[in-house]
Structure formats: C-alpha cells, structure tokens
C-alpha cells in the first residue's frame, strides 16, 4: 500500500502516535512525506528507528535553508531489501530504485519542490532533473511511481512551456 502524508499531521499528535499509528495500523508499506521543515540533525533523531518494520529516507536542503523543505519516504523493511539504488537532488528529490524476481524493477521519485512563486530557473531546474530521472527509468524499462508536491499549476506550466 502507498500513501501520502501532510507534514502538518506529524506534529499535530506525538510522532509515536501518528506517524507509527498510520503505518502499522494500515499496514503501509511506502509512505511519502513533503515540507517536514525539519533540520537534517533533527531528521536523523526522530527517524533513526521508526520502528523494527520500517526504514527512513530523507533529503533536505542545508541546515541553514531548510525551512520549508524536506521530503522523505519511509520503507517498509520487507521491501526495503529491494532497494538497490537511492539517488537524491539539492534537498527536494529523492529517488528509490527496487528490483524484484522476474527482473521487474520499479523507481519511486518523492518530490517537495519549491512553490511557484519562486523563481522560474529555479523551477526549471528541478522539472528538468525529474524528466531525467523519467527518462532513464523509461530507457531501462522501470515501472515509475511519481509522488509528492510540485507546487505547480499545470495550466501556467504549459504556457510558459509554449513560450519558450
């Protein structure tokens, strides 16, 4: 089972009794996390050991920008032992690379990008990253599962596109 979680949800009852809650009491094996706002060293605390079952992985900007940022996805360990590559970019990407028998491979790309008020290069910048990595997952025929927050609307997206 895949889920999202909204950040706001980790801090509005103790850590031990959400985030831990949902995961064992639905049974879910991949969980997404967007904007934990949290510094690396506090990441590395919290998460160490979710629990027994399950395993954290996190990407953030430096300690210094990380307000607003941060995304992350929690493994199950079952399916953690399939997880052969884990690729991450300037704080907002992280990418989970799975095999399977019968070869079925599978990426997982969790994204938090900044909102779209921000500059439209730096906007850019991750959009370009995420096609590469679709890209390279189409090329090795990879399954692909896209989660997470652009922080884009479509339509604007499109027009700047026709733009040039």
Excluded: W
Aim: contains cysteine; aromatic residues 12%.
């Amino acid at each position: 089972m895949l889920e999202a979680i909204v950040p706001a949800f980790l801090y509005k009852k103790p850590i031990s009794s959400g985030v831990f809650y949902l995961l064992e009491k639905k049974r879910i094996n991949i969980l997404d996390i967007s904007k934990t706002s949290l510094k690396n060293s506090e990441v590395k605390f919290i998460y160490k050991n979710i629990t027994n079952d399950y395993i954290f992985y996190f990407t953030n900007l430096k300690d210094e920008d990380y307000v607003g940022s941060g995304t992350g996805i929690i493994v199950s360990r079952s399916l953690d032992a399939h997880i052969f590559n884990i690729m991450e970019y300037k704080g907002r990407i992280i990418t989970l690379d799975f095999q399977f028998k019968g070869h079925l491979k599978i990426r997982i790309i969790q994204c938090y990008l900044p909102a779209s008020s921000h500059v439209i290069s730096i906007q850019n910048d991750y959009m370009n990253e995420i096609k590469r990595l679709l890209d390279e997952a189409k090329r090795k025929n990879y399954e692909i599962i896209m989660m997470g927050d652009l922080n884009n609307h479509y339509d604007s997206f499109l027009k700047r596109k026709q733009k040039g």
